[in-house]
């Protein structure tokens, strides 16, 4: 007898709730330690608080504009990961937009969540008039810089990003001048 296949996970985004803040806030926490691990220093990542974040993800997604903006995945019913976008925040005069945050539980990373997220946050972009965007990655953190050349983006420039909390640490923006083009490489 055959075994009935795995249900496949559910690629498609949607768009965040406010009742989806203390899953995001959960994500934010449990990615930052799996993926910032020996380059955020291990007392900042120790002292995260899921209800610090989840606090933080309901006053963002109160703000107006910031639902639109902001996308979910799930697996199972359980959100595993989210993005954020919205205006470029430097005053870049070629780059418009900007992919705010993205993260995915290390158990939901390879099977195509973070483009679709990446995607969804391009086409709201584009929906409201934005045809551009960036990305700050920090500039020790491998393997999201080759999801983002992967996807396209083209190097910007770096600078120091100041923490706030007693260390400083090196981020590198990624670019697409024109989502009206897609993102490059093929869907994961």
Avoid: C, K
């Amino acid at each position: 007898m055959t075994q009935p296949a795995a249900p496949q996970p559910q690629l498609a985004p949607r768009r965040a709730r406010l009742a989806d803040a203390d899953a995001i806030g959960a994500v934010q926490v449990a990615s930052w330690r799996s993926t910032y691990r020996g380059i955020v220093p291990s007392d900042y990542l120790a002292s995260m608080t899921v209800e610090d974040h989840s606090r933080r993800w309901t006053r963002l997604l109160l703000q107006p504009g910031n639902l639109e903006l902001t996308f979910v995945v799930e697996e199972h019913g359980q959100v595993v990961g989210f993005a954020m976008g919205g205006p470029e925040r430097e005053g870049d005069r070629r780059f418009r937009g900007e992919l705010y945050a993205i993260y995915l539980l290390e158990q939901a990373q390879g099977r195509g969540h973070g483009r679709a997220l990446v995607e969804a946050v391009a086409e709201a972009l584009l929906d409201g008039g934005t045809g551009s965007m960036l990305v700050w990655v920090l500039r020790d953190n491998w393997e999201a810089r080759r999801f983002y050349e992967h996807l396209g983006g083209e190097f910007l420039r770096e600078h120091d990003l100041d923490f706030g909390a007693g260390f400083t640490l090196r981020e590198v923006s990624y670019g697409w001048p024109d989502l009206r083009r897609g993102l490059a490489g093929p869907a994961q």
